[in-house]
């Protein structure tokens, strides 16, 4: 069982470029979410999904945008990458339901933006 | 607002020391709280839980009381090990039926042979 996979796992970009980050679960995981882990600032929601089609902003949405086509794939573009988006990016999916339900993460996936 | 504050690390300890790492929340309602922990090079793992007031949580040696009259969820262990070493994150659940959670910073644990 994969759990959730996360692609790639390194990038490289330089400013200006764009790229898209893929996260994948096989846990019929209702939703999904992206994070990204700063440091001193823990981690924090960039945008999160609660179902196939629908998407929706957390904490940091700027500069981002996501699409869920399929309920196992939930994906993170950056049109446009800044330094500013130099981080460490986590996936994490989970069931619906209520607050005591609890998030799988992937291995996360490092992006440097010169 | 909803907020999570957990000591700063790192945190250095012999091994078979005691551990303790403090967090204290603030949130409206009543949300559930979590202990994550990242081992080097991997992504977050949950811990424990509890999602009432007075519930403990447990596993692997590491225990955590939701105590709702000082807003706190503090992580101990009575004896630490090398293998212990990792990044703690402690959360709330603030989404309700969406599982959105915050986090703290995270506290750095290194346990010395």
């Known amino acids: 069982n994969a759990g959730v996979t996360q692609t790639p796992k390194f990038r490289v970009l330089k400013t200006g470029q764009s790229m898209t980050l893929l996260c994948a679960q096989d846990?019929?995981?209702?939703?999904m979410y992206w994070y990204r882990q700063d440091p001193g600032m823990g981690l924090r929601l960039i945008h999160y999904s609660v179902g196939e089609g629908t998407t929706a902003k957390g904490e940091v949405p700027d500069g981002y945008n996501v699409s869920r086509l399929k309920k196992q794939n939930f994906l993170l573009g950056l049109e446009s990458a800044a330094p500013s988006q130099t981080s460490v990016y986590f996936c994490?999916?989970?069931?619906?339901?209520?607050?005591?339900?609890?998030?799988?993460f992937g291995a996360g996936s490092r992006l440097t933006v010169l | 607002g909803n907020s999570v504050t957990q000591m700063e690390g790192p945190v250095t300890l012999s091994e078979e020391a005691f551990l303790t790492i403090n967090c204290t929340y603030t949130?409206?309602?009543?949300?559930?709280l979590f202990w994550y922990v990242q081992y080097p090079g991997e992504g977050l793992q949950l811990l424990l839980k509890a999602t009432k007031a007075d519930d403990k949580g447990s596993n692997k040696g590491f225990e955590a009381t939701y105590r709702k009259e000082t807003t706190s969820f503090h992580l101990e262990k009575g004896s630490v090990q090398v293998s212990d070493s990792a990044v703690y994150f402690c959360a709330l659940n603030y989404g309700g039926a969406t599982n959105k959670l915050i986090f703290g910073t995270g506290t750095l644990l290194a346990v010395q042979p």
């Open positions: 949130a409206t309602g009543y949300p559930s």
């Open positions: 846990m019929n995981h209702e939703y």
């Open positions: 994490a999916s989970s069931f619906r339901g209520s607050g005591a339900n609890v998030l799988t």
